[in-house]
C-alpha cells in the first residue's frame, strides 16, 4: 500500500484545519493508501507553544522519509508546509496537489 504524507495547513484556526485534515485522511484512506497525517499531534501538543510546535514539527519531518508522496491539500502552503516541500525536492519524493474536485468526486459532502 502506497504511504502518502497528507500537507495541509494547521495553525490559526487550528480546530477548523484539524476538520480539514480528517476529511483529507478520509479521501487518502478511500483512493487505497495509507496516509500519514502528522496534524493529529495537535490533540497531544499544544500548536501555539513554541516548543510543542517544535516537537510536532519534528516528528512530522521524520516521517517523510517513509513516505511514497505527499499530498498537498488546501489553497495556502504556509511556512511549515514549506519546509516539509523543500525537505521531499532534497528526498525526490513526488508531490502531487489534490483539488477540492477530487476530494468531492471521492467522498461527496460539501465543499471545504
Known amino acids: 500500500m502506497k504511504k502518502v504524507y497528507v500537507c495541509a495547513p494547521l495553525g490559526g484556526n487550528i480546530e477548523q484545519n484539524l476538520k480539514k485534515v480528517k476529511t483529507y485522511t478520509e479521501y487518502a484512506l478511500r483512493c487505497g493508501t495509507a496516509p500519514v497525517v502528522p496534524h493529529f499531534y495537535a490533540l497531544c501538543l499544544d500548536d501555539n507553544a513554541p516548543k510543542d510546535r517544535e ?10 522519509w517513509l513516505c511514497d508522496e505527499v499530498w498537498v491539500f488546501g489553497d495556502t502552503v504556509t511556512e511549515g508546509m514549506r519546509a ?17 474536485k477530487e476530494i468531492q468526486k471521492a467522498i461527496g459532502g460539501n465543499p471545504l
Do not use: D, Q, Y
Open 55 to 64: 516537537i510536532g514539527l519534528a516528528a512530522g519531518m521524520s516521517l517523510l
Open 84 to 100: 516539509e516541500l523543500k525537505f521531499c525536492k532534497n528526498l525526490n519524493i513526488r508531490v502531487r496537489k489534490i483539488t477540492e
